[in-house]
């Protein structure tokens, strides 16, 4: 991805979430400046990958295949200083983009339609050899467990949810006609460089090619602590 469409797509996600009356934790909004003088005091933001994430998944069509992620908060299972157990995301899915069939080895995941369109993912179970199986689906969502064949799109309005567990497959697009998606996620650790199988060969962090200067860093991107 360009530095200037990475910085485009923070822009677009900041106005989505003051329209929607979120307010986001102090190091969401600084600076590349502001970084060089964090020193280890603030090592749980560099060593949990705090912050912004925007990915092509290596796709090179963001408005078609992306995300755009900030990390709220999260533990390190691996690493016994970091106590937390769980972790909060917020995300944006744009009308007509979509992000890929995956499943997470470990982590499970509540999803919720913090407002706008309408959410739409399909799930499927894992084979047990990286396939989709094709039996039915239980979906557990809002306090109600139901079964769906597999690859049904489960649909979310604004304030509505679905519990993901492990090895289960899914994806996310918008309903068409229902306009961009705030997306909350609430889970146990995240672990973006492990947790990770998608269905299809993807990329999980974007190559960025320098065309501007940085608005913010990504959460892969911080200096080391002075």
């Not at 909060?88 to 913090?114: C, T, V, Y």
């Amino acid at each position: 991805m360009k530095r200037s469409e990475v910085n485009n797509c923070i822009r677009y996600m900041e106005n989505l979430i003051s329209k929607h009356g979120f307010a986001l934790p102090p190091f969401c909004s600084w600076t590349p400046e502001d970084w060089q003088d964090k020193d280890h005091e603030y090592d749980e933001i560099r060593d949990n990958m705090l912050g912004w994430d925007i990915t092509d998944f290596g796709q090179g069509d963001w408005e078609k295949i992306g995300f755009a992620l900030i990390t709220l908060r999260n533990g390190n299972q691996n690493d016994p200083k970091y106590k937390k157990v769980y972790a909060e995301k917020l995300l944006m899915l744009k009308e007509g983009q979509h992000a890929p069939m995956h499943f997470h080895w470990k982590k499970s995941e509540d999803i919720i339609n913090r407002g706008g369109g309408t959410l739409i993912i399909h799930v499927y179970n894992d084979r047990g050899d990286g396939a989709l199986d094709e039996g039915d689906v239980t979906v557990n969502a809002d306090g109600r467990s139901y079964q769906v064949p597999a690859g049904t799109g489960v649909e979310l309005a604004p304030g509505e949810s679905i519990t993901l567990w492990p090895h289960q497959y899914h994806d996310f697009d918008v309903k068409p006609g229902t306009g961009d998606v705030l997306i909350g996620e609430v889970s146990m650790c995240n672990d973006d460089n492990a947790d990770n199988r998608f269905y299809e060969e993807m990329g999980r962090f974007p190559t960025i090619e320098e065309d501007e200067a940085p608005y913010r860093l990504l959460c892969f991107e911080y200096p080391a602590a002075k």
